[in-house]
């Protein structure tokens, strides 16, 4: 038995001085903000050998994505997006069984999300009403579950599953949170042949499921009706 432990830690320190300035075509003028994308992220890991087969596994991280701006007119709202910080905990065991011929991994992770950076298309924002990806950011919180299983049926064919169930929530609403479906799924055969030494065959069929999910929540701006139905996306087969 042995356990392992892995602490990586990033320092990045991008604050740049001085002002960022967008014009607005209409009505004329400036807008004027200033980004400090100065934080600290880091993880830790610890993992735990069971067995030669099975590993246990717990993680905590911390990690941080840049504020922007919406470049956007005539009055974007917001104009500066602040930087989003995701905190994750996961545990979790993953090994092999049937002499090797399987493999699973199974996690359990929470999520939390301080303002959370949701771009959306808004129809009617941009540079004569041509409409333009606008920028909201929100509190959100992430829990599920996963799992993926691989198993080796034959020498030519393999089968393969992964399941999610996700609990994501908008803080600030009490809502779901946008493009974030409850249940998802994808199931998967492949097979390879090979046929003397320069001829193979490989194949493989993918069906990918989930149940639906709100495509958005709010309007971005006070002109657009929010879309507030979920969007049943049903399955697709490839």
């Known amino acids: 038995d042995s356990l392992l432990g892995l602490a990586p830690a990033s320092f990045p320190n991008l604050a740049q001085p001085g002002t960022t300035i967008y014009p607005i075509t209409s009505p004329p003028g ?3 903000g200033q980004i400090d994308d100065t934080n600290v992220d ?19 991280s911390q990690g941080t994505k840049s504020g922007s701006f919406n470049n956007v007119g005539p009055l974007p709202n917001p104009f500066i997006v602040p930087e989003e910080v995701a905190r994750t905990i996961e545990i979790g065991a993953k090994g092999v069984f049937g002499d090797g011929a399987g493999f699973l991994a199974v996690s359990a992770f929470t999520m939390e999300i301080e303002d959370f950076q949701d771009s959306v298309f808004e129809p009617t924002a941009g540079a004569a009403g041509q409409g333009a990806f606008v920028t909201t950011s929100l509190d959100a919180e992430s829990t599920g579950i996963e799992g993926e299983l691989r198993y080796q049926l034959t020498d030519s064919l393999t089968f393969g599953a992964s399941l999610a169930y996700l609990d994501a929530e908008n803080k600030d609403t009490g809502g779901e949170l946008p493009r974030s479906p409850e249940f998802t799924s994808s199931w998967r055969l492949d097979y390879s042949a090979l046929f003397g030494q320069s001829f193979s065959l490989q194949a493989g069929a993918l069906l990918v499921t989930n149940s639906g999910f709100l495509h958005r929540q709010t309007p971005v701006s006070a002109v657009v009706t929010p879309l507030t139905q979920p969007i049943d996306t049903g399955g697709s087969f490839n």
């Not at 890991?45 to 993680?59: C, I, K, M, Y």
């Open 42 to 60: 880091g993880g830790l890991t610890l993992s735990f050998e069971v067995n030669q087969d099975w590993l246990l596994f717990g993680s905590i």
């Open 30 to 32: 400036e807008l004027e």
